[in-house]
């Protein structure tokens, strides 16, 4: 059984790492633990910051003509960094799990075409263009702010946000629209009230939009008021339409994140889920699926995961640390890369293990219910998790 | 038992759809899967926006008597195809379930009755009105703005927003009662401290409330404000009790959205309602009620809707895709309009029979209280369900 | 049985009403369900709202002089009629259950007491003072603002917004604290960094309070602004600690209402307490403290409300409608102020009836662990109810 | 049993209590039922607020100078008393519990390294300081701020909100990312629009950030406004954006609290934790990480705290208040620093004890999970609580 219980496409034995291989970790795994990949993250952040002080400071008079030059040789600095990390980028991606199977210009070019890549490269693209066509650098120059986008990748707290977005995104388009409504209302009004006493500014309903917008928005800059009677009045219900007006969008997002936040540690980065073998061979569309159907768990070491005759609900993929699997004749270890659970799904039995994590684990859970689509979208997935389980439960019975 | 099964009043059956069928799906059902029906929409919704549009450009000074001619075709033509919708909708509406029933002219002059149509006939009456009688078409120009609530029909998401207010209105009538004596107490409290120093603005109690309305709703113009150390002081607390004042209605709607939110999907359109034939029997305000109590769930593709054993909480209605019932002698397949799920309500039984989705569907649920409730108010449509089940019953037994 | 399930604490038989109790009933229960009771609380609450206008507008100086006989003569009216009604309130007082035992002017005091009767009070208090020992009506004037605080009656949601704020208290302190501890330091900061620029506006502490306060609170009058750079960047950060000082309360608020709303109905007025004649006998404080343990359901007619074999949460009293429970010997109907559910938690047994509604009804609930608390604070109350329903359990073994 | 279910490690019996004693119990422990501590606790903060009160007004130009004297007067009375405050806290922090086994100094080190302490030294350290070594009082005055710290001690809701931020601060990290995002993109889209036209406000980035940060954030000055059609339509753009990021914060923090607020009284003081003499062999670090487990539940007078056959899911430190464990034998009453519950969660269990609330009692609860967490981190800790259990049992085995 022990044999049965270590996935048998388990990652490359730890010998030497090739730098290619190392270079891959420092800059798309971003492991907390390396020392040069911190360092190297630091650096990269800090550069990205400088570049958009930079980009504000150039533009101001007593600033940007005095320290022009300063300014082009810090801009030549960053984008030959940029370039080398771009690069780098490219060359190392072949040792990701998942494109590991591909030609590796194939593999590049599949990689470069994913959203932070494609920024990466509109971060450098205009000062080549500048330089080899000679087109004019003042319109490029405005693409330099996409540099702040790179951030991006060193907070994936962003992913869920956007997350929340989405899922929400009709009740918040209901609210904009409720908004759009009350605006044509306020504007609308405002026009009719005052366009006489105040022509220069409730003169037409797109200048009333304006007044309306800030007092909606209760930014209420206080450069247009109504100075009638009517007016104010009709303004101080337009404020109390406000307030209400306010609270839709924060009930939404409120409520979206409450529903996340109960997936605790929903963030999964792209290097956690290519560390399983698993997701390896398949196509990266589909493991973006997976991807988005996964949720992370973290336990300390000893916290045990699953008990013997637990509910089955879901199944585990194991991105770092270790557990231990208690047999009839003892314990085995499964390490990063390895799954367990998969059984009592494809059988829909009670848990037949105690497992426990045995150092400080991040696991990643695939829901029962989510496991069934599998079925269906993925069989070839699923049928390979199967001979797997199957291949596992002969080694035991065999062992017995 | 799979005669049993499918409902007896089933859809009429898919042969050649009439035009006048073909136009009422396109206008009433607005699937996003046929190509016309998304063109209609897209074209309807962008007149819609660009009326707005034109009557707020309509205003500026310089936009509006440049262009008249041209703002003059536009809503000449604008009216035209609003007309004919309107036209199209009333002659096509005998074609909805719940209408075919009855002789044509009463079941359009009952649809006509309806919110909808009776802002799409405000959208476009004010012309004609103009145009027979000679009323002066100034002041019915404002009623052209009612164009712009055409456009709740595209956002199911602002009936889930209108339900959570409705249900919230006392929390939201009290938070109204506490901002009242807020305003009350602020607009007073300057009355007293400021009314001498500056008797201009603070000079009556409902002049001070105009600065205090700014204060509290937040939106802060500055056109006004307090100069003298204990105006400014009770403008301060004034302030902070804004802020509360801000959470009130807030947290109301947050908490209100969060218990929506738990009904997924919960949005019903009458298009979906409709297609169930079991409620077109019924009269529309019956269904208007029933329609409250429905939600909707999407399952995709080979997801499993129900297993035996099962708690019996609901039951389900076919709004759209095909589901199979797992029967001894096979599967039976169950489509748009039928219903399932009623047995072990009924009999109040587990459920005894695996149902799956055979094709990504949508369905109607029904959950067993308000079945219970439905039970009390509406026998006769109970007693349908029931002599169905029954029937499918017997045929189960008859053919084992 | 039948008689063992009716309470032997039934009302007064439904024979003619007395003026007084009539007077009691349209004052004091509020029911939607009576005309007359309606119109008086139209006629009140508009008259209220007529009060605080006329209070507004006889500030205003082109309206206060020139109608000040007709704001005399309505002042005048108000007070008439607001003091026929707090007449009429402490003359009926003695028919509420819960003073009938006592002597009716003891009685009378002790309601006159309350907070509502007191507000009632000061509403008109002014007029007779300033009539009878010449105080200067100028300040007693003020008085009249008290009259808004009379609404209080009519929208029971503003004890809820109460509780909510009540719970949090101790967070809204805290939050309160960071408040002030960022007010502080964003107008020490201002005030060291702008004082020597801007003297006349930070030039101490206090002053920068002022611009603090507005920016925290987001409302920003933009009277004082800082000019310098330094100004600029640090008001730009407190504009940012502002919006999370928003935040607080807001979370805080909205935490506190989804508690609350898990309760639904959660509002109990007095009149509903008051009709169970099983608390008409205790201390007013105590019926207080149970009062803030029950919480109301409605149900529709029809509905079941406890089946046989349900675990036993909590006991019911009815406070309006009708129940039926099914006994072996058929139905026994329980009217308003009736109470059952208590036999399953005093001998912590399952439910042992079908109860269900037969008309719509409202019930007050007292959970469990309540009810259990009450054993050790009111051991008088819950032997009462044992004898009941010792009294029904022997009433029903007899028949047997 | 009796025996073996009283704590062999109880605190000091109530003898007369030596004066260290009883200061530190004031100072340190803050109970509300003794009323020398309330009048110290309303002392000092009044004191604190007073501090800072004259801090502020001191920076008046018509207060400052005038009452100089009775300035400095205030502030070495305030001084004098915080320096008691101070040293009395390090005299008598030896009683605590965690420390007493400690050299008094090296105990009394400890507690002053704490950051509370550390502010109380800050509060009063600049006086010593300038009339020590002569430095200049204008810049140490500043520090007087720190003085407003010291209400940290008061007010325990405030540990809960530093809970919540920092659980959420990857989210809170996000949304800041989000805000910069918006920020740059406002600040450069109205740089170039309207750098013309206002080139003194909109003349470089960093100013149009000023404008941008005051929109976003719903403050809204109106010192600064775009004037320009193209200017107003992207400010409006922008207003829009400010609400959807207002949301985010408010929606994470509201949702972080709602997950804190259902371990309800989740805040410990330290000298909670300091009562249960189980953990006063233990390091601080580790006390520390303990107090972080543990959440507190208050009991009234009577009510049950667990019954026989419940499921185990926390063991309880009783930190004030008195319960009665039911055994064969009759009554064993437990007290403040004792603990039961152990017995079902190391031998995993169901309770076997039924235990009551003798008098209204505050129990600190330690969760089962976090319990075999603890078997893990602090092995010796949890094997004394095995030796007692296990002395219990044999208590009880003999006698029977």
């Known amino acids: ?62 600033v940007g003509p005095r320290y022009r030059n300063l300014f082009e040789l810090f801009n030549l600095v960053s984008v030959a960094i940029f370039s080398v ?62 540099r702040f986008l790179k951030l991006a990748r060193y907070s994936p707290a962003l992913v869920a946000l956007g997350r929340v977005i989405a899922n929400e995104r009709r009740a918040l388009f209901g609210a904009l629209l409720v908004m759009l409504a009350l605006l044509l209302f306020a504007s609308s009004g405002m026009y009719f009230i005052e366009r006489n006493v105040q022509p220069e500014v409730f003169g037409s309903i797109p200048s009333a939009a304006w007044w309306a917008l800030a007092t909606l928005t209760t930014v209420g800059y206080g450069d247009v008021t109504p100075v009638t009677s009517l007016g104010k009045a009709f303004g101080g219900l337009i404020m109390i339409f406000g307030l209400g007006m306010f609270a839709l969008p924060i009930g939404i997002i409120a409520t979206g994140f ?24 398949l196509e990266a569309t589909v493991v973006a699926r997976i991807g988005a159907m996964l949720y992370s768990r973290s336990y300390v070491a000893g916290e045990p995961i699953m008990r013997i005759g637990d509910d089955a609900d879901a199944m585990f993929f194991i991105s770092s640390g270790e557990v231990a699997v208690e047999t009839g004749e003892g314990q085995v270890r499964l390490g990063e890369g390895d799954f367990f659970g998969e059984m009592a799904l494809l059988y ?28 269906h979208s993925e069989p070839e997935l699923v049928s390979h998790v199967r001979r797997v389980a199957e291949a596992r439960l002969k080694a035991g019975k065999t062992k017995r």
């Open 1 to 62: 059984m022990p044999n049965g219980l270590s996935n048998e496409m388990s990652p490359s034995p730890p010998g030497p790492v090739s730098l290619r291989q190392r270079i891959h970790d420092i800059l798309e795994y971003g492991s907390e633990h390396d020392p040069v990949t911190r360092l190297v993250n630091t650096i990269l952040v800090t550069l990205i910051l400088l570049n958009v002080a930079a980009f504000a400071a150039e533009t101001m008079p007593d």
């Open 85 to 146: 990390e771009y690069v780098l980028r490219l060359w190392s991606c072949t040792e990701m799990p998942l494109l590991r199977a591909q030609r590796p210009w194939r593999a590049r070019l599949k990689f470069a075409m994913r959203p932070l890549l494609i920024i990466d490269l509109i971060a450098i693209l205009p000062f080549y263009l500048g330089f080899l066509i000679g087109v004019d650098l003042r319109v490029l120059r405005v693409l330099r702010l996409f």
């Open 258 to 281: 409450s529903q996340e936040a109960n997936r605790r540690e929903f963030v999964i980065t792209w290097g956690m889920v290519a560390r399983v073998p698993l997701f390896a061979q």
């Open 348 to 375: 829909r039995r009670r848990r037949e293990h105690n497992v426990t994590a045995v150092t400080n684990c991040r696991l990643l859970v695939l829901d029962k219910l989510d496991f069934e689509r599998l079925c």
